[in-house]
């Protein structure tokens, strides 16, 4: 989208537009300007890495040039590795028997030096990272013994989660977790890892693990709560029975009814369910010591919670993909300075949500404890404490 459009969508945001200018110009690489193909023949290794980063994930492409520079290297390759596991994991024109084989060998393929995989991937990117994936194990295999080992490890656990859950079903609470420890929450704990391999953070970091599963349980849930329609329209269905079929028989109905009351009160029981995960990913926040690293962190988690703000009692969800504006992205990503900033915001968008949750008859009951929870750990003494 344009500067000129997203400046308009902030107009009445006065403090967005100041971000946003400045974010534009600085703002690169740019995406269209990177032809991946081009880049397998004429770039260095890690270089082809650092293009292939901003095509498959721009937006994570942003963020991790927030990290010193040795552990921009190993995020990046570890963000890759993992990228190229999803691939083959989400193409569904492949043999499942070969499928089932790459994902569990995955993790010693990323020490070939030569290893690459034609015609698989539903988008030409993907396919391109496949095809030249020699160029990311090659830069796997330079990182050091320390950062392998994690990558690897996390590899491993993930391919094998993924190939034993082929045709898993998400029906209880449990299960979505389960499904989110997968693909996200061990993200989380793979780079408390990294981290604490680096010796920019504590040794101790690295052994906290339910909090780092948390921070990617939180992402993720957000990612799947915004993705309904996306996602229901191929048939991919990640919302929890147990969350929804109390409000309708079937998961069409949220579609064919976005504005009804039952549409909407389990929108919001998944975002209850999502902005459960809050105090442990302040916790974990609060842990950091580089200030690096805590942006890297900071910033998605912020980002987040203001994608659940707007996607409140909204039936757009049903509708589209519901965004927050790149105005409050940039603004997000200015003011992301350390724990005290990051608090102030996260009490703005809890109070913003709390404003909403107030004014809709779609509220959750059982909602209002986990704002109080998130208050607490926030370090807010409750002014108007809630009697249950
Ligand atoms: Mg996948």
């Known amino acids: 989208m344009s500067t000129l459009k997203n400046l308009i969508k902030s107009a ?27 880049a397998a023949l004429t770039r260095s290794d890690m270089a082809f890495c650092f293009d292939a980063l901003t095509k498959v994930s721009r937006s ?16 990046g390759i570890f ?82 989660g993924m190939a034993d859950s082929g045709s898993y079903k998400i029906t209880t609470i449990q299960d979505y977790d389960i499904y989110c420890h997968y693909v996200a929450g061990l993200v989380g704990q793979g780079l408390s890892q990294l981290f604490s391999a680096s010796g ?16 990617g349980l939180f992402l993720q849930k957000t990612n799947i709560t915004r993705d309904f329609l996306e996602d229901f329209e191929v048939n991919r269905i990640f919302w929890p029975n ?23 009160k389990g929108l919001n029981c998944m975002i209850e369910d999502a902005i459960r995960h809050l105090p442990d990913c302040i916790n974990y926040l609060s842990q950091l010591q580089n200030m690096q690293i805590f942006r890297f962190c900071a910033i998605p988690q912020l980002m987040a919670i203001a994608t659940l703000v707007e ?14 504006r790149k105005g409050l992205s940039a603004k997000i990503m200015m003011e992301t300075r350390d724990f005290e900033s990051t608090k102030q915001m996260m009490l703005h968008f809890i109070e913003e949500l709390e404003e909403k949750m107030q004014d809709s008859k779609n509220t959750p009951a059982t909602m209002w404890g986990s704002i109080c929870q998130i208050k607490l750990a926030l370090g807010q003494r409750l002014t108007n404490p809630i009697i249950f």
């Not at 994570?60 to 995020?75: D, S």
């Not at 996607?311 to 927050?324: A, G, S």
């Open 79 to 160: 963000y890759l590795v993992l990228r190229g596991l999803d691939t083959v994991e989400d193409d569904m024109k492949l043999d499942e028997t070969e499928k089932e084989r790459l994902l569990r060998n995955f993790y010693k393929s990323c020490y070939l030096s030569d290893f690459t995989l034609t015609g698989i991937g539903d988008t030409e990117d993907y396919r391109l990272l496949l095809q030249h994936f020699d160029k990311v194990t090659r830069s796997f295999i330079q990182l050091k013994p320390e950062y392998k080992e994690v990558i690897s490890d996390i590899c491993f656990r993930m391919g094998n």
């Open 12 to 38: 009445s945001h006065p403090s967005e537009l100041k971000a946003l200018l400045k974010f534009s110009i600085s703002e690169k690489p740019k995406q269209g300007e990177i032809n991946l193909a081009e």
């Open 200 to 215: 920019f953070e504590a040794e101790g970091l690295a052994s906290e693990m339910t909090i780092a599963n948390s921070m």
């Open 242 to 264: 147990e969350i929804w079929d109390k409000h309708h028989p079937a998961l069409s109905l949220f579609k064919s009814m976005p504005e009804s009351s039952t549409s909407l």
């Open 311 to 324: 996607l409140y009692d909204n039936p757009e969800v049903f509708r589209k993909n519901v965004k927050i």
């Open 60 to 75: 994570f492409a942003i963020v991790i040039q927030q990290l010193p520079q040795e552990l921009k290297e190993a995020v």
